[in-house]
């Protein structure tokens, strides 16, 4: 027994001339260890070692057989040395990279750095078996240079490959998981699934892998839709009817995404006017995700939802079309006819003209034009000539004085069937504030030309007229100024206001 272990010792000794037969107990140590310090899920990668050691201490058996100067002994102790360094090597390779660099730094080292310093341990490997054996690498590499010179000519396009992944390694400009897209020509997209030492593997929606070579990575501009953040804006195109309100259209296009879980809430989606086609005003829906793998059924939810939306408000999708108009001139009677009734209604409301009979009502609503404005707009201007008033069909409007940033003091607020600007359309007198729309605002215009004709039909309407703007002037006066007791004579504020209406319309 006792010349059974010595011999084995000897041949240990025979087969590890490095560390003078400690080179397997070393082996078996890290394996050992790799079985105690790796994570369970990894235990199953000892195998390979393990079976290294078993060859090499096969080999070291078959010495304790073969004498010292036989002619097979110098290979067996070359090739247990071999296995026994390749099984150490593997062992400390997957003590690093499995124990100590994910206890560091969390996340797993990539596959082609992995590859790389496996490689570089089983090289060290190799160059200490070569000098064992009497073999210096120095002189092999020295005696091969148009050898070495001829396969690194031939290995050009994988070395590119090479250097072009440990770069992306480096710089990290995707990770495996991402979806990335690397060509903005043909579209690629998909969801990075491995980066190795020649090329990157995408897997696509079509359930397709592409293999793209890393030198091809590194040129190519790359997207990545996962970082910095998951958040990915798409945006979605509809068309509208030219007649259509813009304010109108976006709101109903807001709503309809309230309906679309996937659709991120913040940031917050938008609608914006990008132009006007053949079809009518096109408008571009902006929203963000944050699964992009998702990306086609959600967009697709949201171009339902948005349809939906503009079936329920009655907005038609306009197609692709020609329109042919024949312009004409309407007679009077014709204009009367297609007069909406509400216009009537609205300029009846209004103190200037409550007296007026039906036909002349009829007429001015037919000489009137409509306007309308968007939230923030200045209908007129302080300062302002223009002769026209302006009676509120729907919306809001503020009366302030704004200053040169555009804010200013809301001295009123007025609603539907309320009016602004009637002491420059009866005197001519300049706008005294600014008048600014607060939401989606549809406004009734009476100007001068269109107030004229009555004056002529109807001698008493000044003297109405001039009665009520007193009235409305010594209103605002008492509300503008509460406290103060000295009150204006009205029919002073009468007579001068009819002097201005008639020096104004030269009557």
């Not at 690093?96 to 990539?110: K, T």
């Not at 190795?196 to 839709?225: H, S």
């Not at 409007?397 to 009637?422: C, K, S």
């Not at 605002?476 to 406290?483: K, Q, R, T, Y």
């Amino acid at each position: 027994m006792n010349v059974s272990l010595s011999a084995f010792a000897i041949a240990l000794e025979r087969a590890d001339p490095i560390l003078g037969g400690a080179g397997l107990p070393v082996a078996a140590a890290f394996i050992l260890a790799a079985l105690i310090l790796l994570p369970a899920e990894e235990r199953s990668r000892v195998r390979v070692p393990f079976w290294f050691f078993i060859a090499s201490l096969f080999f070291v058996a078959l010495l304790v057989v073969f004498p010292k100067h036989h002619g097979a002994s110098v290979p067996m102790a070359s090739l247990a040395l071999a296995f026994g360094l390749a099984s150490a090597a593997r062992s400390i390779f997957l003590l690093f990279v499995y124990s100590f660099w994910l206890r560091r730094v969390a996340h797993p080292l990539p596959k082609i750095l992995r590859d790389l310093l496996q490689g570089f341990m089983f090289l060290i490997a190799l160059v200490l078996v070569l000098r064992s054996a009497g073999v210096e690498p120095g002189s092999l590499l020295a005696t091969s240079a148009l050898l070495t010179a001829v396969i690194g000519l031939s290995l050009q396009d994988t070395l590119g490959n090479l250097f072009a992944g440990l770069a992306i390694q480096a710089q990290r400009p995707f990770a495996v998981g991402d979806w990335v897209q690397l060509d903005s020509q043909t579209g690629l997209i998909g969801r990075v699934i491995e980066i190795n030492w020649r090329a990157t593997r995408i897997f696509t929606l079509d359930q397709a892998e592409v293999i793209v070579p890393n030198g091809m990575v590194a040129k190519c501009p790359i997207v990545n839709y996962s970082r910095p953040t998951a958040t990915v804006r798409r945006e979605a195109e509809i068309h509208a009817a030219l007649d259509v309100s813009p304010e109108l259209v976006r709101r109903v296009l807001l709503a309809s995404l309230d309906h679309v879980e996937e659709v991120l809430r913040q940031p917050p989606p938008l609608v914006f006017t990008r132009g006007f086609t053949e079809r009518g005003v096109q408008y571009i829906v902006r929203y963000c995700i944050d699964q992009f793998h998702h990306r086609e059924l959600i967009d697709s939810a949201v171009r339902e939802r948005m349809w939906y939306a503009m079936q329920r408000a009655n907005l038609a999708i306009p197609a692709p079309r020609r329109q042919l108009e024949v312009l004409e001139r309407t007679t009077a009677a014709e204009a009367h006819a297609q007069l909406d009734q509400w216009v009537t209604e609205l300029i009846k409301q209004v103190p200037l003209f409550q007296h007026l009979p039906q036909e002349s009502a009829d007429r001015l609503a037919a000489r009137c034009r409509r306007e309308r404005y968007g939230p923030g707009e200045v209908i007129v201007h302080k300062g302002d000539d223009t002769n026209a008033m302006y009676v509120l069909a729907t919306g809001r409007v503020r009366i302030q004085i704004l200053n040169d940033l555009g804010r200013g003091p809301i001295v009123a607020e007025l609603v539907r069937g309320e009016f602004f600007g009637e002491m420059s359309l009866m005197t001519g007198e300049r706008r005294a504030a600014d008048v600014v729309a607060y939401e989606e605002t549809s406004l009734l215009v009476i100007d001068r030309e269109a107030i004229l004709p009555l004056m002529d039909q109807h001698p008493d309407l000044v003297e109405h007229m001039s009665r009520v703007l007193a009235e409305r002037r010594s209103l605002i006066a008492e509300v503008n100024h509460p406290l103060n007791s000295e009150q204006r004579d009205s029919l002073h504020d009468e007579l001068e206001i009819l002097g201005r209406i008639r020096r104004f319309f030269a009557l």
